[in-house]
């Protein structure tokens, strides 16, 4: 028997949670269907500001967070679908993204949208990528899910997605754009078939499964996954301070002269850094580079770092609020 769900919540944190718990803590076999609200989710191998645009993700309130499957960074409204199938998996059975789309292209074609599958996880349309997917697996279970875009907001996404590449120099892996589009693209015009409607289409495709059998989430179930979600993907050290070893540079003219920022960071913390250029200082800056050392790569660190410090000693003229812009 499969579990059939549809997930009411359209936060990232406890949507991730619940697949990982539904995945890990669990031995049903389960397709469910759910949105997240404007977010980032960041593939598990990657550094996070590697892949992301701070001032834009600031700016539009988004939600970064880092899913349990490996591949690249994806942006996620309410105009996509994600779609998660888990099951048990034999002894042999390795990464097999073809098995899984099936599903999912036949949905499509049965409203008019004829698809291809790349290469490596993607679903195309007119070589334009209209979903992306991932697998984990482990202890005999494995876990596939996919993104759907059907009217996403492709400029935010552009912007989002979109990081200075001279900022942030990783060692982890970095996400590859791909040319992308909307379903609602491609929908006939008498269609008639809004985001709501494919959901649902989805939903009957799957239904259509003798083995698949319609479910809800559990009050325990709910409880537990709120738990994984406080303890691990609403926190910062999952989402953003397990991002591996990367270094990091900016540089801009502030009220107090030139600053350039160097920094190496591992694990999210600071373990190295200098800062040059032509501002004036009452203290050696060496004394304000050794508060940096063992400090999160965070804002609210670093601003409550910066809060507790007199930084117009090592900067004659700054204004605190312009030097935080300097490490991110």
């Not at 390795?94 to 098995?99: C, S």
Request: proline fraction near 2%; glycine fraction near 6%.
């Amino acid at each position: 028997m499969t579990r059939l769900i549809v997930l009411d919540s359209v936060e990232p944190e406890f949507n991730l949670a619940a697949e990982e718990y539904l995945f890990s803590k669990t031995s049903d076999c389960f397709v469910m269907l759910w949105q997240n609200k404007n977010s980032v989710i960041i593939g598990r191998n990657q550094n996070t500001l590697a892949e992301i645009n701070k001032e834009a993700i600031e700016k539009y309130g988004i939600s970064v967070v880092r899913r349990i499957t490996g591949g690249g960074a994806v942006f996620h409204d309410l105009g996509n679908i994600n779609y998660s199938v888990i099951s048990n998996s034999s002894a042999n059975e390795g990464i097999d993204f073809e098995k899984y789309v099936f599903p999912i292209r036949k949905a499509l074609l049965s409203v008019g949208v004829k698809t291809e599958f790349s290469g490596r996880n993607d679903i195309l349309v007119n070589g334009c990528k209209i979903s992306g997917n991932a697998q984990h697996i482990s202890d005999g279970r494995i876990l596939h899910h996919g993104t759907l875009l059907f009217s996403s907001d492709l400029d935010m996404m552009a912007e989002v997605l979109r990081v200075n590449e001279e900022k942030i120099r990783s060692k982890a892996i970095r996400s590859v754009r791909s040319r992308v589009a909307n379903i609602s693209d491609f929908l006939p015009s008498s269609s008639g078939i809004d985001v709501k409607r494919f959901r649902e289409r989805l939903y009957d495709c799957y239904l259509k499964n003798p083995d698949c059998v319609p479910s809800v989430l559990m009050e325990n179930e709910v409880r537990d996954i709120n738990a994984l979600a406080d303890s691990k993907y609403r926190t910062w050290k999952w989402n953003y301070g397990d991002s591996q070893k990367y270094s990091f540079s900016s540089s801009a003219y502030l009220s107090c002269g030139m600053v350039e920022v160097r920094l190496d960071i591992s694990d999210g913390i600071i373990t190295a850094a200098d800062i040059f250029g032509d501002f004036f200082s009452l203290r050696p800056k060496e004394e304000f580079i050794s508060s940096l050392i063992g400090t999160e790569h965070s804002r609210s660190a670093l601003t409550a770092l910066f809060e507790k410090t007199d930084v117009g000693k090592y900067f004659i003229g700054i204004k605190k609020d312009e030097l935080i812009r300097c490490f991110f």
